[in-house]
């Protein structure tokens, strides 16, 4: 048995197995749900009871006591106390598995609980614990250690013992076993979810909540579209395809398509985004593309309201109003109790007065009150919870879990509609019911959405994650996604720990309720497009019978006959090598029950050849990997053998087939048929199969055509192995329909697979020394004059114009021309994205050009190639690899003349890709490459970045010349500021004639100023990749620096008190000091320097840091000077001034990488 302790090994944390009924926690009450009598029924059968009397107690000298045996539903359980204590001064009460010992292996049971001892006097102080457990092998019993003290236990007085009898309760709840890889979601709720492509919960989530607003919907299926769009570039058909799948099919939704007409690629279905801001993004879009429809306005009309920015005068008579729309609203959460205080806050009055007064066109400036009211609301009212925010003090994003309650009716006329302005509506009543809760689950830089949807007709809430739905209680979907704190502790242990929430509501959607009539419209199928209906219907045809052949593909056989027809239309076009794609050839499933004869009537029902013309061949794979007809079928099978003894071929299911096929090859022997016979023809009942004479072989015959590089199939022939070429040249001209005199090159097509092989016949040879074989290929061509032509044009490729291909050597022979068309790729070349660096997708709206290469092709050869595209010199583009596992540019671009062939540029970590990226350059590459790169952040006289300069000068260059470069770019802040010297900075001509600007370099990293670059130092050696360059113009008091002045380091820092360590943060600067400055001088030209009020410099502590030590400055008088070691070394471990910031968030070291959300959504379709 196992006695459940308080040590933290034994007692188990940490998320619960999902069970069907979800959101019951510690202290809820154990009610049943009265609106579904089905349930109700389920739950009483899975809840169990019972009272346990314990006669004599203090009698009792056992250290542990078991009740009998009770049960909820088919679950045995018993009470199990400790009368003396487990280890402490306290009754311990526990609940047990009874029969743990005699359970199967494995077994597990998740259990609400309530234990109760009774006070016999006064039951209003019955002791009353709960609890949720899993149950298994290992933790077979669960309780409170510490339940009443054995003290008052012991008491008569206290009335949990009257005649030394002690009663002890329990009540059992188990909940119910799920399944849930066999989870039906359709089956136990009405509705399906949409699968997640690896971050696109956030996605999911707002697309379950939208189409639960039936007016939405409605209007997405009236959007016009045409069965010719492509759902992958159509944002309207994707929408209306996946929003048809949700109301009707029975499987979960994928998404592809849809992101696909976003313009999104793989790697931004990995990137979790903001819901809100794709809320917003879709909504614009939406907005666009419904213009100039039935349906336009439909999104104003839905989630468009209005609210007015007001100043009004305290002392005169002068208001300014102005009015603005809004979408969602974005409200506080911080420091707001529930969803009525922050709409306090959001409309809270601010006064604006002393250095902050209100400009008044006609009385100047004046005290005033700035606020905004609301003029209308929309009918569905999405509220955006703002629940992170960045932290200055940690320079990271945090987020806020505070409690924040929101009601499942809201009420925004209360207060005599003291949020509206005076000029709005009173007859409308912006009384609103809740619809959904978008949940997010984890902190700033990620996490997991989910949505709990109460649909506009019912009572019922449903959770909506990814590809599972499941039926909620209204306190699972409302009152556990208020945040705050939970408790944490080990069973009946005290003290409780109380940790942060990370689930909570982050949007909200209400709508207002004398609009549901109007927003609750009926939706269906005929209100979308009959070509999509159609479409999707064909869909889910197909889908069921490819469903029904997978059930019944043990009792059929699928037969793939490839016919003279097949290969013509194949070869030359879309297979050059071998004969047929056989997933191209019409299928035949024929019962394995029936008779070959069968299958050869079907075969005459598909082609007209009577099953007496039909000689089958059989498919092999060579050791060369090739494949082609071997054997006739009729060596090893008669008429009559079942279909279920044909041995079937085995390489369909290596192509992950779920079944196996039988691949043949028809000959028809005889009169051809001049085509497939009427419907009503009598089957005809013929049997036998034309016999192949000994030593016979059947060879396949192509045509190649040097002057439009075509090739063809020309047929087959039957031949002997003593047979010769001067025996095959008749058969071969005639099958072309040459002259008798036309010289011909004939070869025999050997091998593709690892290399391009093709053997040239001899004249006198036999087929049999030659070593040809049934299922050979026999390419010819006519032989060429003695002088051909040395040039020949390409035809251009599909989408491609004739000028955007080049002309390469004439491909005069057969392996010439084959050795072409395996190296052959038509390579999709993008424009390289400029946000590609920042981790946006590579897709752009622009489509890609197609143009057709050669592996074999040098630098030269390709850029040439796109530079003819393009209409460019070819040395001013500029190629960047593709990453295939990424789908996005490699960081870095090739290098002028880097590699070899357009086969290594297109092999990235031995993956195989056909995309390029292109970008045209202003000058030649090999001049840019000669030249040197250097981006450096300008910052202004407040220490703020002002903007980022990419600087391109030759790598011999001085930071002199970078600076001299770089004052040209950058306006002076302030011109002709000083002309002394002797400060360490570049002298430069100012802008448009002023006077000479000193600028000075720095490298920069971890806030902190590591070094000040030397005019003389070479830019080749900066390393702008690592460091941060920063570059500014030195301020006036260090162009008069005196002998005793010294320019110090200045730093943004807070302090971990419990590390005891300084942390670094924003931007450092160089500040000049004079021997007897005082720190009050200081503050002050701190505080002009970085523009902050006299409240925002007061709230900074200063200090003088030297090796993580912390002295603070506090006397107004003290001088500065003098804390400062007299060295002059700018080292990043020398002292530095500091400026403490109070400490708001964890305390821990800042995130170097900024959260997900910062980058923005975009749809680019």
């Not at 049999?768 to 051909?788: H, M, R, T």
């Not at 030209?1085 to 006299?1094: H, M, P, V």
Request: glycine fraction near 6%.
């Amino acid at each position: 048995m196992t006695v459940i302790q308080h040590d933290a090994d034994i007692v188990e944390f940490g998320p619960q197995p999902p069970v069907a009924t979800v959101g019951q926690t510690a202290g809820d009450e154990m009610e049943v749900d009265k609106a579904d009598a089905a349930d109700a029924d389920a739950d009483d059968a899975l809840t169990g009871e019972f009272t346990w009397v314990i006669e004599g107690f203090s009698k009792n000298k056992q250290a542990k006591l078991y009740s009998p045996v009770f049960q909820s539903g088919q679950y045995n359980w018993r009470i199990l106390l400790f009368p003396g204590g487990n280890n402490v001064q306290q009754l311990s009460v526990y609940l047990d598995v009874a029969d743990s010992a005699t359970l199967p292996q494995g077994w597990t049971r998740h259990a609400h609980f309530t234990l109760t001892v009774h006070n016999q006097k006064e039951p209003s102080r019955n002791v009353i614990k709960d609890a949720d457990h899993q149950f298994n092998v290992r933790a077979c019993d669960w309780g409170f250690r510490e339940f009443v003290t054995l003290a008052e236990l012991k008491d008569t007085s206290s009335g949990f013992m009257v005649d030394d009898k002690l009663m002890v309760s329990a009540k059992v709840r188990v909940e119910p076993q799920v399944n849930w890889w066999s989870w039906d979601s359709k089956k136990e709720t009405g509705f399906v979810g949409l699968k997640n492509q690896g971050a696109t919960c956030y996605m999911n989530s707002l697309l379950q909540s939208l189409t639960h607003i039936p007016y939405f919907r409605k209007a997405v299926y009236h959007m016009p579209t045409t069965d010719t769009e492509d759902p992958e570039a159509s944002i309207p058909l994707a929408l209306q395809r996946i929003f048809y799948k949700l109301q009707y099919a029975d499987s979960s939704v994928s998404t592809k398509q849809l992101t696909k007409s976003f313009g999104w690629d793989t790697y931004d279905t990995f990137m979790q985004h903001d819901v809100q801001e794709l809320n917003r993004v879709l909504v614009d879009k939406l907005e666009e593309k419904m213009k100039d429809t039935s349906v336009a306005g439909t999104m104003a009309h839905l989630f468009r309201g209005t609210f007015t920015n007001y100043v009004k005068c305290i002392n005169v008579q002068d208001v300014s109003l102005r009015d603005e729309v809004f979408y969602d609203l974005q409200i506080p959460v911080k420091g707001c109790k529930d969803m009525y205080a922050s709409f306090d806050e959001y409309v809270k009055e601010e006064t604006l007065d002393g250095d902050n007064q209100y400009q008044s066109e006609r009385f100047g400036k004046q005290d005033a009150k700035k606020g905004v009211a609301f003029k209308a609301l929309p009918p569905v009212l999405e509220l955006h919870l703002r629940r992170f925010e960045y932290d200055f003090s940690t320079d990271q994003m945090v987020k806020i879990n505070e409690r924040f309650e929101f009601p499942t009716t809201l009420d925004l006329d209360r207060g005599e509609r003291k949020y509206f302005t005076a000029d709005s509506d009173p007859n409308v009543v912006n009384k609103y019911r809740l619809h959904s809760v978008l949940v997010h689950s984890g902190g700033p830089n990620g996490g997991h959405y989910y949505a709990f949807v109460r649909p506009l007709t019912s009572e019922q809430w449903y959770r909506f994650d990814d590809e599972r739905v499941t039926k909620a209680k209204e306190k699972e979907a409302v009152e556990a996604q208020f945040g705050g704190t939970e408790q944490q502790q080990h069973p009946g242990h005290t003290p409780q720990w109380k940790l942060p929430k990370i689930s909570n509501a982050y949007m909200l959607v209400y709508v207002r309720e004398s609009a549901i009539p109007e927003i609750n419209v009926d939706v269906s199928g005929d209100d979308i497009s009959q070509h999509l209906r159609r479409t999707l219907e064909k869909e889910q045809e197909e889908k069921a019978r490819k469903k029904k052949e997978r059930l019944e593909a043990h009792l059929y056989t699928v037969a793939r006959v490839a016919t003279a027809t097949d290969l013509a239309t194949e070869i030359g076009s879309d297979r050059f090598f071998d004969l047929v794609t056989h997933d191209k050839v019409h299928a035949i499933r024929i019962k394995k029950e029936l008779t070959l004869l069968a299958l050869k009537q079907e075969i005459w029902r598909l082609t007209g050849a009577l099953p007496a013309q039909q000689r089958l061949w059989l498919w092999a794979k060579r050791q060369n990997h090739t494949y082609r007809p071997d054997r006739p079928l009729q060596l090893d099978c008669d008429d009559h053998t079942a279909m279920m003894d044909v041995k079937e071929d085995t390489t369909a299911q290596q192509n992950n087939k779920f079944q196996q096929e039988l691949r043949l090859y028809l000959e028809v022997v005889g009169t051809p048929p001049a085509g497939p016979p009427p419907a009503d023809a009598p089957v005809p009942e013929d049997e036998g199969y034309p016999q192949l004479p000994t030593n016979q072989i059947l060879l396949f015959l192509k045509f190649y055509e040097p002057a439009g590089e075509a090739l063809s199939f020309v047929g087959t022939h039957i031949a002997s192995h003593t047979d010769t070429l001067t025996d095959l040249l008749p058969v071969l001209r005639r099958a072309k329909g040459l002259p008798a005199s036309q010289q011909l090159c004939v070869y025999e097509e050997v091998e593709f697979e690892t290399s391009v092989r093709f053997e040239l016949l001899s004249e006198h040879r036999s087929l049999k020394d030659a070593e040809l074989q049934s299922g050979d290929i026999i390419v010819f061509q006519c032989a060429l004059p003695v002088a051909a032509p040395t040039s020949m044009a390409v035809e251009p490729a599909a989408g491609a114009a004739s000028s955007d291909v080049p002309e390469h050597e004439p491909l005069l022979q057969i392996p010439q021309f084959f050795e072409h068309v395996k190296n052959r790729v038509v390579v999709h070349v993008h424009r390289l994205p400029p946000q590609h660096s920042h981790g946006q997708g590579v897709r752009e709206k622009e489509r890609a050009m197609e143009i057709t290469m050669d592996k074999r092709w040098t630098y030269d050869q390709v850029t040439a190639c796109v530079g003819k595209a393009l209409g460019c010199d070819p040395l001013h583009v500029r190629l960047t690899m593709h990453n295939p596992y990424s789908d996005l540019p490699k960081p870095t671009p090739l290098k002028y003349r880097s590699v070899e062939s357009l086969q290594e540029m297109l092999l990235s970590f031995q993956k195989t890709s056909d995309i390029l990226f292109y970008e045209t350059l202003d000058m030649p590459l090999p001049e840019l490459e000669s030249k040197k790169p250097l981006k450096v952040s300008w910052h202004t006289a407040s220490t703020e970045e002002g903007r980022v300069v990419n600087l391109l000068l030759d790598k011999e260059s001085t930071v002199a010349e970078a600076l001299h470069a770089l004052a040209k770019m950058v306006p002076p802040e302030a011109p002709g500021a000083g002309e002394a010297s002797g400060a360490s900075g570049m002298d430069v001509a100012g802008a448009n004639g002023a006077g000479p600007r000193r600028l000075r370099m720095m490298e920069i990293f971890n806030h902190r100023i590591y070094k000040i670059f030397q005019d003389q130092e070479e830019i080749e050696t900066i390393n702008d990749q690592y460091w941060t360059i920063r570059a500014e113009e030195l301020a006036p008091e260090e162009l008069s620096q005196g002998p005793d002045d010294k320019l110090i380091h200045v730093r943004h820092f807070y302090r971990d008190t419990r590390m005891n360590m300084t942390h670094n943060f924003g931007d450092p600067f160089l500040l000049m000091i004079s021997p007897d400055e005082t720190l009050a001088s200081v503050r002050k030209r701190i505080q002009a320097k970085l523009r902050l009020t006299a409240e925002e410099i007061a709230a900074w502590k200063i200090a003088v840091v030297s090796f993580g030590r912390v002295e603070y400055l506090e006397q107004d008088d003290d001088v500065v000077r003098p804390h400062f070691r007299k060295h002059d070394n700018y080292s990043n471990w020398d002292d530095y001034l500091g400026l403490e910031h109070a400490q708001t968030g964890t305390g821990r070291k800042k995130q170097q990488a900024r959260s997900g959300y910062d980058k923005p959504v975009k749809i680019y379709g």
